[in-house]
């Protein structure tokens, strides 16, 4: 069974930096990719950024594109979301998710880890 574990949230100012993890143990997921995503409270849940697990290859929704990176470590089926300059806006739980990519795009799965709080104040 697919297990994907988030942590590293916690409270930050605006312009802060915080380094998100989500551990994923359960299959293989070199044909896979992985996907974080965000929730503020009355919002719907909204795309962040991905990876392709083999590639590297690594898509950003507008609203992160040079702010946030996202990696992983292969060895470790771990993937990271390093956030830098932070902003009140970014404040939500995170998710991460275990998904497909194709072409420019990635489909969410439908497993999902417990999520992580990230507060930004301003």
């Known amino acids: 069974q697919v297990q994907l574990v988030e942590s590293g949230g916690g409270l930050v100012q605006a312009g802060g930096s915080l380094r998100l993890s989500c551990a994923a143990s359960?299959?293989?997921?070199?044909?896979?990719?992985m996907g974080w995503f965000r929730q503020a409270p009355g919002k719907e849940r909204e795309f962040v950024a991905a990876i392709r697990w083999s590639s590297g290859r690594t898509y950003y929704a507008d609203s992160v594109k040079g702010r946030f990176t996202i990696s992983r470590d292969n060895a470790k089926s771990t993937v990271f979301l390093q956030m830098n300059s932070l902003k009140p806006d970014d404040t939500a739980v995170y998710y991460c998710n275990v998904g497909q990519a194709s072409g420019s795009d990635y489909y969410r799965g439908d497993y999902w880890g417990q999520g992580t709080q990230v507060t930004v104040s301003s």
């Open positions: 359960g299959r293989t997921f070199s044909s896979y990719a």
